[in-house]
């Protein structure tokens, strides 16, 4: 999930507020809490690790955790969090279209791409490598989650705009502009009463799709494909701002 040299340098701008915006919720915690309740210590990957909050969370329950992001940066502010020396837990850089040449095939138990990072996998070409690589690096019986926003279709306007994050400090805007058939992600963070800072400017990204999920997840192997609208499993509908699949 690659970004340019400039929206590297833009995301030093979010790391301080990530782990406010992008918290790890009951119901997140519950589902991943399902999914592993079997195996003792679980083998879990996270492509788009980011600050590390949800990986350090799973390794003091005992879980063996590897994380990846393109981000030194981010990385850091992941490494940083290491208190408990006898956790089993470790940060990589490293992108998606990598991950199989260096990491375990067959090793993982559950493989997640959450917080929208799925749509810096940046076309149809690399989306498929994406769910083949996934299912390569997962065991026999191991899980793949994803979420990304919900576009049931490819979006006709040329502007986009994501839901809002926010919290008291600080609020985050997102949008996905198209030029020439490619679609781009613009990121700003607005801090109370001050200017907005940019985060991501012209960030290449594709706005995957529930028919794209299905048909990538199929193509890859995956049999078992269950889409919901919130890391709750409730329905997916209309009024759902992003999905939640689980393939097997």
């Not at 309740?37 to 879990?44: D, L, S």
């Not at 788009?48 to 850091?76: Q, W």
């Not at 992941?78 to 208190?83: D, K, P, T, V």
């Amino acid at each position: 999930m690659p970004y340019t040299v400039s929206n590297m340098d833009y995301l030093n701008n979010i790391i301080e507020y990530y782990d406010e915006l992008y918290p790890i919720t009951e119901s997140q915690k519950k589902l991943f809490t399902d999914l592993i309740q079997q195996k003792m210590p679980a083998h879990i990957l996270r492509i788009g690790c980011s600050t590390g909050l949800f990986e350090h969370y799973l390794a003091r329950l005992g879980h063996d955790v590897t994380g990846i992001d393109t981000s030194k940066e981010m990385l850091e502010s992941a490494n940083r969090r290491r208190r408990m020396p006898n956790t089993a837990i470790r940060f990589f850089q490293m992108s998606s279209i990598e991950m199989t040449r260096f990491l375990g095939k067959g090793f993982y138990d559950v493989i997640s791409c959450i917080n929208d990072k799925l749509l810096f996998v940046r076309d149809r070409t690399l989306m498929r490598k994406f769910f083949y690589d996934c299912r390569q690096l997962l065991s026999a019986t191991g899980t793949l989650v994803v979420q990304v926003p919900y576009f049931k279709q490819l979006p006709d306007a040329d502007t986009v705009p994501l839901p809002v994050r926010e919290n008291i400090r600080v609020k985050l805007t997102t949008s996905l502009t198209r030029r020439d058939d490619t679609w781009y992600m613009q990121q700003s963070l607005e801090h109370a009463g001050f200017r907005q800072v940019p985060v991501l400017r012209d960030a290449e990204v594709y706005p995957v799709t529930v028919q794209d999920l299905k048909e990538f997840a199929r193509e890859a192997g995956f049999t078992r494909i269950e889409l919901y609208g919130g890391y709750d499993l409730s329905p997916l509908s209309d009024d759902s701002s992003s999905v939640i699949a689980i393939l097997q």
